[in-house]
């Protein structure tokens, strides 16, 4: 193959992962960088800073910042502490408890947020009151329009990102060490402090990254519960701009200057971590001969299961009941009480109103398209990355990896400056641009799922087929195909549930007939539609779930 | 396998939303009117108009004219159709000569608040804003536009962000011009904030988040019917403002558009208007009495007068001063 020119298959394959990535990926993301740097036609960074230097850019800079960090130490803290418990200690049911705590994970964040919004709202939220009017307290419990109020939602739906990092760290963790501590004659505090903790380090640090990434870059929750209160992080900032001063080029620019920072800020997170990543990962090699002792929490077993309990109504059964209560009030204020519900709300929704049908089938739709879009198209580039010896498939690697650190609104400006028609394309306004949009965002993760599937499909077994005369063609077909197929399926769903929930890209991409059931839930909420902005994310819960539960099922069987 | 079913079914799916309607001619109005009023609306269109496929986007006036100057820079504005309550950006569109006038058919039949009419732009209804409290936390109504300076609604009341909606920033506009900047200052001072939507004060004054809110008429009342502890006052000096439509030149729908225009005027349109508790334009609809609506003759009598020339010079100034106020 090599030195001759001959236009093969491989050479299609090249040209169409180059073509997908460039097209998709990485002129939007350029376009962004550009139009931040250039100012008429050169490069101006003083103008930059300018941008930077307004009271109001910097004060969301601050503001993700503050955010992010605040979300990080708690997130971290309650991840890591929940992870030991289920992992390390004898509570009862914590096989059931590890499961019930991944479940915000499945919740959609802003929609935690709108029925925390139900709940804590100084005067109105259904707890407060209870607080003021029934146990006559002189005013709220607790402001949810705050800093500490943000921090606390976020901190519900993304403490998992440590969760899960953690239990996998504790329970690949090599038990002999441990036990040679023990043997040693070292007590379970110093070999907590000393062994246990140094080799989980990697794990926590590396999932508190990934809950700064995510906050940083987060829109849903601060756009609920902050802009009221004025407090604006950089996703917001770049909404609330581009929404207002009429999608002139000053906001398009801030915008961009905003996006710059914030994917630095991402690469930077992302840096640290695979440096993290790469310092611990020698020291928990899985060695299974025995299970680690497990703590005996004596007396504190069942006030700790009682906590967990708490925990898990406070945080998921109380807001989901919430929402599907709101939803079903007659209007936004009244008590919650039989005489007033209404099942009106939902019939409105689902079979009148075509605002939010559209944006059901929208989403659905655009879930679908992207995720199996993405995921042919992560199979191609994957190969190319893994299995051809071709120059410049790093830098293919790399800018399939870009959308990955680049936070989605990040994206979804990017798209604004490449598709609406001033390099002769326009889908403004229509469906496809969200469906560009998602194919850039969620390109990593097919080729995530798809690059690890196709590491194990050993070369010889291609060599083979060719050797007995089939064409490339034939033999990706007949051979890297099949089993790479758990590898797609995997993409699939990766793609398809988070796109389903999708609020930060279609926010700003949206049309009069394009809503997503994220951009439905939200701008209800912010018309005033308190009921029907509930009642919708009641549907939407019901449906992210049921989506959830089937491809669980699904992909067992495909497995 | 699996995945081919997948494939096609997905495709079908986004087949389907790519597909035009079947030999309908489509329709786009953008508004400012809410759900309640414009679903309304849509409902009873559709069965007098069958062939024409109607689609809105319900927004505050400032998001809307934000999305359509966007849509003018690239090329192609969606809209066929305009109706939200900010005057002054429907004489600014006529100046840059994007707008199509129309005389509605029934043109004998209506009232006209506009000066200087030629068609280009019609009132569809008269807007009238007044004062929303919630019943259940405050007990003595307020009567004048000075009382909810008092301790009653300290830190508790609220106007929607003028930048957003075009009611609020012609109320703001108008309190201003009849009480001067003081009366906001004393508003501030007393705590009143800035909100969102004109839809999400009323709401938010629905919750008790605020105690009372400069109103919409027909957002509050329709929340009213629906059982909100709440009640619209209105002060002696009345907020009128008249929400005009008006169809974009080159639109590809225009007859469709005409057709709508004509619609929301026609008696069955403005009755819709009227049973949703705003004012109807046409002498021959009358307001249900539930409401507190007063008769069209005497609204226009108590209204503080509107200049729309001037007002549509001072939009930014006004827009920024308001909000330094409330954001001190």
């Given at each position: 193959m090599t030195g001759s020119f001959r236009f093969g298959t491989p050479q299609i394959l090249f040209g169409l992962a180059v073509a997908i990535l460039v097209i998709f990926v990485a002129v939007p993301v350029l376009l962004i960088f550009f139009n931040a740097l250039w100012v008429n036609g050169s490069l101006n960074i003083a103008d930059m800073v300018k941008v930077l230097s307004e009271r109001e850019t910097y004060k969301a800079l601050i503001n993700s910042l503050i955010l992010a960090s605040g979300v990080t130490v708690t997130g971290t803290i309650v991840g890591t502490f929940f992870a030991w418990l289920v992992t390390r200690t004898d509570l009862p049911y914590k096989g059931a408890m590890k499961v019930l705590f991944l479940v915000p994970f499945m919740l959609p964040s802003f929609i935690g947020a709108l029925a925390w919004k139900m709940l804590l709202s100084p005067r109105s939220g259904y707890i407060n009151r209870f607080f003021i009017e029934t146990l006559g307290f002189p005013g709220p419990i607790f402001d949810i329009y705050t800093y500490q109020g943000i921090i606390l939602v976020e901190t519900m739906y993304l403490f998992p990102f440590v969760f899960i990092q953690v239990c996998g760290a504790l329970e690949r963790m090599d038990p002999t060490l441990e036990e040679s501590a023990r043997i040693s004659g070292a007590d379970l505090f110093t070999i907590t402090r000393k062994i246990t903790i140094p080799l989980v380090a990697?794990?926590?640090?590396?999932?508190?990254?990934?809950?700064?990434?995510y906050s940083m870059a987060h829109f849903g929750t601060v756009a609920m519960l902050g802009i009221e209160a004025g407090i604006y992080n950089i996703p917001t900032l770049i909404y609330e701009r581009i929404h207002q001063s009429a999608g002139s080029f000053a906001a398009i620019?801030?915008?961009?200057?905003?996006?710059?920072?914030?994917?630095?800020?991402?690469?930077?997170?992302?840096?640290?971590?695979?440096?993290?990543?790469?310092?611990g990962r020698y020291q928990i090699i899985a060695g299974k001969s025995f299970r680690p002792t497990e703590i005996r929490l004596r007396g504190l077993r069942l006030p700790l299961l009682a906590f967990c309990i708490a925990y898990i109504g406070f945080t998921i059964v109380l807001p989901t009941t919430t929402i599907f209560l709101v939803g079903g009030l007659k209007t936004y204020g009244l008590p919650i009480a039989v005489e007033n519900m209404t099942f009106d709300n939902y019939h409105h929704i689902l079979f009148e109103w075509d605002l939010t049908r559209d944006a059901i089938w929208n989403s659905i739709g655009l879930g679908l398209a992207a995720a199996l879009i993405t995921m042919f198209a992560g199979v191609i580039i994957s190969y190319v990355i893994v299995k051809m010896k071709v120059p410049g498939k790093g830098l293919l690697e790399f800018l399939g990896m870009l959308p990955f650190s680049v936070p989605g609104s990040v994206i979804a400006l990017g798209v604004i400056l490449a598709w609406s028609g001033k390099y002769g394309i326009n889908i403004y306004n229509t469906i496809w641009i969200i469906l560009v949009a998602y194919i850039a965002r969620y390109m990593a993760f097919a080729l995530k799922a798809n690059s690890a599937a196709l590491e194990q499909v050993h070369d010889s077994l291609v060599e083979a087929a060719r050797a007995s005369g089939a064409t490339m063609w034939q033999a990706l077909r007949d051979i890297v195909i099949p089993l790479v197929r758990p590898g797609m399926v995997a993409a699939f769903f990766l793609i398809f549930l988070p796109a389903l929930r999708e609020l930060t890209v279609s926010v700003l991409l949206y049309g009069p007939t394009t809503r997503t059931i994220g951009v439905a839930i939200y701008t209800l909420n912010e018309d005033g539609e308190t009921v029907y902005a509930a009642a919708m994310a009641g549907v939407a819960l019901i449906i992210i779930v049921t989506a959830e539960v089937v491809v669980k099922r699904v992909f067992k069987i495909e497995k | 396998m699996k995945i081919r079913h997948l494939l096609a079914s997905a495709l079908l799916l986004v087949g389907f939303q790519a597909l035009p309607a079947q030999a309908q001619e489509k329709l786009y109005v953008y508004t400012s009117m809410k759900e309640s009023l414009i679903g309304q609306l849509k409902t009873a269109f559709a069965a007098k108009h069958p062939e024409v496929k109607l689609d809105y986007q319900s927004a505050g006036a400032g998001k809307l004219m934000a999305k359509i100057a966007a849509e003018r820079e690239s090329g192609k504005i969606l809209a066929d159709v305009l109706w939200t309550s900010e005057v002054p950006d429907f004489y600014q569109l006529q100046e840059q000569g994007v707008l199509q006038p129309y005389v509605p058919k029934e043109i004998k039949a209506l009232v006209n608040p506009l000066p200087d009419y030629d068609g280009t732009?019609?009132?569809?209804?008269?807007?009238?804003?007044?004062i929303a409290y919630n019943t259940r936390l405050i007990k003595t109504a307020p009567k004048t536009w000075?009382?909810?300076?008092?301790?009653a609604f300290k830190g508790a009341y609220g106007i929607a962000n003028p930048a957003l909606s075009g009611t609020a920033y012609m109320s703001v506009s108008l309190l201003v011009r009849q009480f001067g900047w003081g009366y906001m200052e004393a508003l501030r001072a007393n705590g009143a904030k800035m909100g969102k939507g004109s839809g999400q004060v009323v709401d938010d004054t629905a919750s008790g988040d605020l105690l009372g809110s400069l109103a919409v008429d027909y957002i509050t009342l329709d929340k009213v019917d629906k059982g909100a502890t709440l009640a619209l006052v209105y002060p002696p000096e009345m907020l009128v403002i008249p929400s005009p439509i008006t169809i974009f030149k080159g639109s590809p729908n225009a007859e469709a558009a005409k057709k709508f225009v004509d619609f929301v005027l026609s008696k069955e349109g403005q009755t819709i208007i009227a049973e949703e508790g705003t004012l109807p334009v046409r002498s021959d609809v009358q307001v249900p009495d539930r409401y507190p609506l007063p008769p069209v003759a005497d609204a226009m009598k108590r209204a503080i007068p509107v200049?729309?020339?001037?007002?549509m010079a001072e939009k930014e100034a006004t827009i920024k001063k308001f909000t330094d106020i409330m954001q001190k």
């Open positions: 990697p794990s926590i640090l590396s999932g508190a990254l990934l809950i700064m990434l620019r801030t915008g961009t200057v905003l996006s710059t920072v914030l994917v630095i800020a991402a690469a930077l997170i992302i840096w640290l971590q695979n440096r993290v990543l790469s310092k | 732009f019609t009132a569809v209804r008269l807007g009238t804003l007044g000075a009382d909810v300076q008092g301790a200049d729309y020339k001037s007002m």
